[in-house]
């Protein structure tokens, strides 16, 4: 699944090509993705004009003038750039966005989880999104904030990085990477994780996140670039992946183990 660095990279890929361009048509192959596209999209987008793109945890926000269109690549979804007009669409391609200045913006999706959501109100304030936490590179999550959202709970220290209610974006394979940094174990109690611990964390999110962006996102399968090709931070990892392989610290071999349904990689002599 496209993480946090994956959807930023994505939209800062767009971004160029559509900010202060006018909508010329959207072209809608599917409309049965994770909630029903508006068929009305393809009467209400010609003509508006794209002021800006804003990224909010998983979610791509463009300002359409007259409302905006929330993006969520889902589980497998993909926005590229074509380089061709004729670049003839695949089973797996449902909507192309077009411009005036002729850049058109496609949307793959084989699993088909993604969303594309019309809104004429403030999207912060949509369903999907009001209740989200901080995101992690802001300056609102710092060690108080976690302290204080962590100090009731007892359940395991990345369950707790990986809800969307305590820090946005967050996802499996850099809350691995951010606890093994760290040096905290994904199966520590959140809140007996103490507040320098909790400062290490926080900068270890923080720069693991941006080392991803940096780096072009994880190659996942099914997720490409804007231009089709595909990030290289999986050379970086030091647990994600390699249960039964060396520590890169200090040659303990790496644990596996099952949390929320998600599989967890941790070092158990670097991690405690």
């Not at 049965?32 to 010609?46: A, D, G, M, Q, S």
């Not at 913006?105 to 019309?118: E, Q, S, V």
């Not at 093994?180 to 400062?199: W, Y």
Request: aromatic fraction near 8%; glycine fraction near 6%; charge should be positive.
């Amino acid at each position: 699944m496209p993480e946090l660095p994956e959807v930023e990279i994505t939209k800062r890929g767009i971004e160029p090509f559509l900010v202060g361009q006018t909508i010329e048509k959207i072209v809608l192959r599917n409309l049965k993705l994770r909630w029903p596209i508006p068929k009305k999209l393809r009467t209400i987008l010609p003509s508006l004009k794209i002021r800006s793109i804003e990224r909010r945890a998983k979610y791509i926000l463009i300002d359409c003038s007259a409302g905006w269109l929330i993006i969520h690549l889902g589980m497998s979804g993909s926005l590229r750039l074509l380089s061709s007009l004729n670049e003839a669409p695949t089973k797996h391609d449902h909507y192309d966005l077009y411009t005036t200045n002729n850049t058109i913006i496609r949307y793959r999706d084989p699993r088909k989880f993604g969303a594309l959501i019309w809104t004429t109100g403030n999207p912060y304030d949509h369903r999907l999104i009001k209740h989200l936490g901080p995101e992690p590179l802001s300056e609102e999550f710092n060690r108080e904030f976690l302290y204080q959202k962590l100090r009731s709970k007892s359940s395991k220290i990345k369950l707790q990085i990986m809800n969307n209610q305590v820090v946005t974006g967050v996802g499996n394979i850099y809350a691995n990477e951010s606890l093994f940094h760290a040096g905290i174990s994904p199966i520590r109690q959140a809140n007996k994780v103490t507040r320098p611990k909790l400062e290490l964390l926080i900068v270890a999110i923080k720069a693991t996140l941006e080392r991803a962006i940096c780096a072009g996102g994880s190659s996942l399968q099914d997720f490409y670039l804007t231009d089709g090709s595909t990030g290289y931070f999986q050379q970086q990892y030091m647990v994600y992946g390699r249960a039964g392989k060396p520590c890169h610290k200090c040659k303990t071999t790496i644990k596996s183990v099952i949390l929320g349904q998600r599989s967890s990689f941790y070092c158990p002599k670097c991690q405690k």
